[in-house]
Nanobody, 123 residues
């Protein structure tokens, strides 16, 4: 069993900053790519940012220049530093990780998800 637990979401004013954290725990061999997604009410879940195990990053155009993704491989954690927040950033933010873990007698990679953390940007 693998668990991803996010934290850091809260209500913040426009222009403010937040830092989200996500830690992978449980029985696994390694964590490959990690990422953050978000889902606003009435909208589909969308990619925010990803980071490879070696540290290469990608960002959606809507957050480029404002958000920074990082990871700590020793802690199996990924972070999302969010600056200059806008009301349109309001969403539930989900952590995603590609995890190598046991599957019977073999090893397989799975895309695992956290339960999400609410970010609300409002005055």
């Amino acid at each position: 069993q693998v668990q991803l637990v996010e934290s850091g979401g809260e209500l913040v004013q426009p222009g403010g900053s937040l830092r989200l954290s996500c830690t992978v725990s449980g029985r696994f061999f390694s964590v490959n790519a990690m990422g953050w997604y978000r889902q606003a009410p009435g909208k589909q879940r969308e990619l925010v940012a990803t980071i490879s195990s070696s540290g290469s990053t990608t960002y959606s155009d809507s957050v480029k220049g404002r958000f920074t993704i990082s990871r700590d491989n020793a802690k199996n954690s990924v972070y999302l530093e969010m600056n200059s927040l806008k009301p349109e950033d309001t969403a539930v933010y989900y952590c995603n990780a590609n995890v190598l873990r046991p599957s019977g007698s073999i090893r397989r990679t799975y895309d695992d998800w956290g339960k999400g953390t609410q970010v609300t940007v409002s005055s």
